[in-house]
């Protein structure tokens, strides 16, 4: 009896081991994620990128001075906060000592003042290079009439970064956290030139991961590795990241149910099958998704009233529950909701700024279609042909189907409309946006930072992002004077930024369509997938509940 116990006893301990054996297997596999993307990794080079998931991987393999952990901002590179000024017109950052990029350099002040230099510089034709204007001599470096040294930006000594602002930013350490701010080695750029940012062999990394597999923008997956030699890796818990590109939500949703995919993003009835599903949930993003109204190609366009029209004739809800079904949420301007609030009343500024203007981004066809009559009366026209350009997913494509039929109901007799779509990949949307070739446009913004400036300086006069080119002085004022006189008084300010935002909307400049949700579902043992201010996912916080 005492022999065969003992043999029990070895039986189950050696079982035990196994046991443990497999669970730390199974472990040890709950440290990837397999995550979609509605379009292809455009670049990575943080002057040159425009595009959300370009933003997205570079937020995973690059570290700024700053980075969102939730919708809390906690220094990155740099050690701690940044010192200010009492005019609040300088900034000092010390560096973390210990912070490397991936083939063992030290990551260094000068590194900033390299990529900040560079971004501003005409010849780098930085699509965010406008992110830069409030420091000191970056307007002059971006128009070409100082030399990049100049720029307000500092190596004091290896680890000491100093920053001089022309006025007080109250936005400023928000912004941060925008790839454009990244720092970059010098010799990777110096060896690769143009090249640098597109593909993996150009580049080094110095946030919580590595870009391990991407051959450039062709490609539909990519891999990002944990990184080493970031600063705080013992805390990554994820170890791999791969990225595949998924325009079908049904076809999302399959991966995702096959175990292909952890995390996925549905619309439309792929949401609603999705709501069933454990994990599933909707989050609210800051994210305004917009027509873009080329007036200097459409001569029709330049009339308000026509412009009201189409704005009219869209029935926001009907689009946001029938065809999206996301939670998604109308928009009456293009600043979305829940993002920015009064300091004073607590006053939602999406809100404040609806006040007298929402009805013309609410749907009312009856007075569209007088509104199109009398508008092409004016413009001398009877017949107005529009292609409205968007995206090629499925979502994208549903929206572009749903535009045409409501804007082709403004017909009538005397004043017809003729409505095409044109579905594009990101490549050939970008390529015609900057171009100004279209005539209607499908576009998104998300923020940069948590601050209405950055959707309002969109439409100023000679953004790199106006792409209809609409320009009104008064307009540009009010946005200047946000950012400039009135920039340290938070009720002129929050005054200047309302009129604006209610100009743009009385104008029409650009319809808003609608704040984009998130419906979303994960691994409901996949923890801490935060939706920051910036509308990205920091997964470095990312890990499995065991």
Known sequence: MKKRSVLAGLWL??????LVACGGQQRRQRTTVNAMQTSNLQSMDPARASDLVSAQTMMDVYSGLYRYSNKQLQPDMAARMATISSDQKTYTFHLRKDARWSDGNRVTA?????????????ATKSPYAYAFDDIVNAQEVSSGKVAPQQLGVTAVNRITLRVQLTKAVPYFESMLTMAVFDPVERSQVAKFGDQFGANTGTLTFNGPYRLTKWAGKGETRWVETKNPTYWNAKTVRIKRLTYSVVKSSQRALKLFKRGDLDDVTVSGAAAKTARKLKGYHTAKQNISYYMELNQSRVPALQNQSVRRAISMAVNRQALVTRVLGNGSQPLSTIVPAGMFYNEHSGNDFATAAADGVAQYSQYDLQKARQLFKAGMAAAGQTNLTLTVMGDNTDSARATLAYLQRALTALSQDGATVTVKVDPLSLDDRLDRLRAGDF??????????????????????TGNSNNYAGWSNAEYDSLVNAAQTTDAGNVTRRWRDLVAADQLLTREMATVPLYQVGQARVKQTSLKAVYNNPNGLVNWATAYYQK
């Open 13 to 18: 301990v050696l079982l035990a081991v196994v």
């Open 110 to 122: 000068q590194d900033f003042v390299y990529a900040w230099r560079r971004a501003v510089t005409p």
């Open 439 to 460: 005539d209607v446009a499908v576009s998104a913004w998300s923020a940069d930072y948590p601050d209405p400036v950055t959707f309002l300086s969109l439409f100023t």
